[in-house]
């Protein structure tokens, strides 16, 4: 080879080197390359400075990277990787998240493939981390958006539904007794009327809070839309427990809501379905949601309790 061709080939791979440089700074991944055989990992400068580390600060073993992931996912990622190795996956692909040099966790999207010789055994293992924390905030909050009603910050319909469910396949298995209370308030529509909708929602935020303060941590409480409530019981022994809560509720309304300059008076009609293991969430709702108006039409403010 002469000396022109052996600088061609050199300038060549300079320039690869450098577009290969610009690409990572571009996209902003950690890059990591492991070398199986010896047990030590390559890691980019871009990798360290993603957990907030300097160049010097991270050394070349495998633990530097598994010592920082989260206890609840590294099982998870190891898995992931030795199917990757075994090559019952064409490509390592795995979000978990891994701790940074200030303690918080970051979501990381790991991607790797590995290389294997002629024997089929695999000696490296080069892949790239790609911070998606914030795309994980933003998942888990659509998720909260999705199951959470915006005013009161109770759960919506959505997410009781969820909820009941998974309670009631608990209740089966543990044999126990769940109910569901559906409530409607009395006199908010004139609350509306009078002073109108603003003052309407700081009466539905009142509301939601008396709610909270009166159950207990394990009962669920849901706004289903306009002035109607639910109240899931996950768990009770006897049905006089249904009927004391029921009481406390109604009591609870009975002092007048200041609003701004105003005080309001509004009242609750309690349907309590006492629901089993064969009935559905819409089933249960129905036969809450129709003692609440037998309730309605007997004069409002009490409650009423399915048989």
């Known amino acids: 080879m002469d000396i022109t061709e052996s600088v061609k080939k050199e300038d060549l791979l300079k320039e690869a080197t450098e577009r290969f440089n610009i690409a990572m700074e571009t996209t902003q991944d950690g890059l990591w390359d492991w070398d199986i055989n010896s047990d030590r990992v390559y890691y980019s400068k871009m990798w360290k ?19 920082r992931v989260h206890k609840d996912d590294l099982e998870n990622v190891l898995n992931s990787i030795k199917k990757h190795l075994n090559k019952e996956s064409i490509y390592f692909i795995n979000e978990h998240r891994i701790a940074t040099k200030s303690g918080d966790y970051k979501w990381i999207l790991d991607r790797g493939k590995a290389i294997f010789d002629k024997s089929g055994k695999p000696y490296r293992m080069i892949g790239f981390h790609t911070d998606i924390t914030s795309h994980k905030q933003l998942q888990e909050n659509l998720k909260q958006i999705s199951v959470t009603d915006s005013l009161t910050g109770l759960l919506n319909r959505k997410g009781l539904e969820m909820e009941f469910e998974l309670f009631r396949k608990s209740a089966k298995r543990h044999n126990r007794k769940t109910a569901i209370l559906y409530i409607d308030l009395d006199g908010f529509k004139s609350v509306n009327d009078t002073y109108g909708h603003s003052a309407g929602d700081k009466v539905l935020e009142r509301v939601a809070d008396i709610l909270r303060i009166e159950t207990r941590g394990d009962e669920l409480i849901t706004r289903m839309g306009g002035d109607e409530f639910v109240l899931f019981v996950p768990e009770y022994r006897e049905v006089k427990e249904l009927e004391i ?63």
């Open 49 to 67: 400075s993603m957990l907030g580390y300097q160049e010097d600060e991270i050394g070349d073993s495998v633990s530097e990277w598994r010592d």
């Open 245 to 307: 809560l029921a009481k406390r509720l109604l009591k609870s309304i009975q002092k007048p809501i200041r609003i701004n300059e105003y005080s309001v008076n509004v009242g609750m009609s309690i349907g309590i379905a006492v629901t089993d293991i064969d009935k559905d969430f819409n089933e249960a709702i129905k036969i809450a949601d129709n003692l609440m108006y037998k309730v309605k039409d007997g004069g409002k403010n009490s409650y009423m309790i399915s048989k």
